[in-house]
């Protein structure tokens, strides 16, 4: 099997990461059923040493200082996020490597033949990648497994492992069309991964959120919060990352630390590149907070200049507060669309925009590659935002 039959494979089981409606249930999000499948596939999981985190923003980039720190400094460890940017691979990493595309095939190979000769329960998309995760880890005798939660916390694959500690970033109303619409039901969600006699780190929140937690918590020992410090997204999540590392490990050296993760790069968070004679800031900003903090170190690196933004958003995101941000900064904004059945129309995001009194140059287009190529411009800041889909389907076409 060679790799575009691996994923081919891998996409004929049901992907809630495209569809504009998640059946989000006990019933459907059934642990019992991966834990099964993995007990049956003879994958030891539960003998690893994990780090689980959860939250809204700053996930990925928490656990890959984490991971960084852990491999720099002697550990073998492993490293698994979503979604991915450019190919399937980003998500499963060994030792600052992603997965070879043939180790890969292969056990996406070994894994459909078991299933053929097996009477197993389908898994969803993201369960099954969770298993070669898994398996992957297992198989290499990894010291620690970083894992991020895909969505929520409470009924996420990932949430089958009792880790060594659990992290929550930040938490902000997004998918409330899935977890909630209110930070108490969301909390409910992402506090799913608490577990009993497991630390607990919680990452910088706002005055509300923060008081919600220790309030569901306030029987719970174990449990360290950390107040915010500059303010500034990749700083708080450094420092996150560092104080959970001391909770685990018998030694963190500091000064190594933050030039560990200083030279971690990564794709599509204040990404900034050269394309012909525009600059470009890529930025997966989706939340409220993320995009406050795109515009301040917009602010910190260029000054007072003017920006024209690519802008696109999925459904049950915190749209009036981020147009209203964006329409603060914005010399133009150029409405998008970067995925047909989970994006938010770009006509719709225009419309509501001019309903919330944003007074700047904007424009329809709904082809995002077209938007992007008629942009360039000499000497221009283009920034492109507001989805994950976004920044992949152009760094894409220009990595290709």
């Not at 009036?320 to 964006?326: A, E, H, R, T, Y």
Request: aromatic letters at 10%.
């Amino acid at each position: 099997m060679n790799f575009e039959k691996a994923k081919e494979f891998l996409q004929s089981f049901v992907s809630y990461e495209g569809m504009a409606k998640i059946p989000y249930s006990e019933k459907v999000f059934d642990l019992r059923k991966i834990k099964n499948f993995l007990r049956d596939y003879g994958v030891d999981y539960e003998k690893l040493k994990y780090v689980h985190v959860a939250g809204s923003k700053g996930k990925g980039s928490t656990c890959s200082f984490i991971a960084n720190y852990l491999w720099r400094r002697g550990y073998k460890v492993g490293l698994y996020t979503s979604p991915h940017i450019f190919e399937i691979t980003e998500r499963i990493w060994l030792n600052g490597k992603e997965i070879d595309k043939k180790k890969f095939s292969v056990m996406v190979e070994n894994l459909k033949k078991f299933i053929a000769k097996n009477k197993c329960e389908k898994l969803t998309y993201f369960e099954i990648l969770t298993v070669l995760a898994l398996k992957y880890f297992v198989d290499e005798g990894v010291d620690y497994a970083v894992l991020e939660v895909g969505l929520g916390g409470r009924l996420d694959a990932t949430n089958i492992v009792k880790p060594v500690l659990s992290i929550l970033t930040k938490v902000e109303l997004e998918h409330t069309d899935v977890l909630g619409d209110t930070f108490e039901k969301i909390l409910n969600e992402k506090l799913g991964i608490v577990k009993e006699n497991v630390p607990l780190l919680i990452g910088s929140q706002n005055i509300e959120v923060e008081k919600i937690i220790r309030k569901k918590l306030a029987d719970k020992k174990g449990v360290f919060y950390l107040e915010s410090k500059n303010g500034f997204a990749r700083a708080e999540n450094e420092n996150l990352a560092f104080h959970a590392l001391k909770l685990f490990l018998p030694k963190v050296d500091k000064e190594k630390f933050f030039r560990i993760v200083e030279k971690v790069k990564l794709p599509g968070r204040f990404d900034v590149r050269k394309v012909g004679k525009c600059k470009v800031i890529f930025d997966m900003a989706h939340t409220k907070n993320s995009i406050d903090d795109l515009l301040k170190n917009l602010e910190r690196k260029f000054g007072k200049k003017k920006f024209v933004f690519l802008f696109a958003l999925m459904k049950g995101k915190d749209v009036v507060s981020i147009l209203k941000s964006i329409g603060n900064c914005a010399e133009k904004i150029v409405f998008t669309n970067a995925h047909e059945v989970r994006g938010m129309p770009a006509l719709e995001l225009k419309n509501l925009a001019i309903k919330l009194g944003v007074k700047r140059q904007m424009e329809v287009v709904e082809d995002c590659l077209k938007a992007f190529k008629n942009m360039q411009k000499k000497n221009r800041l283009l920034v492109v935002t507001g989805s994950h889909f976004l920044i992949g389907k152009i760094l894409s076409t220009l990595l290709s």
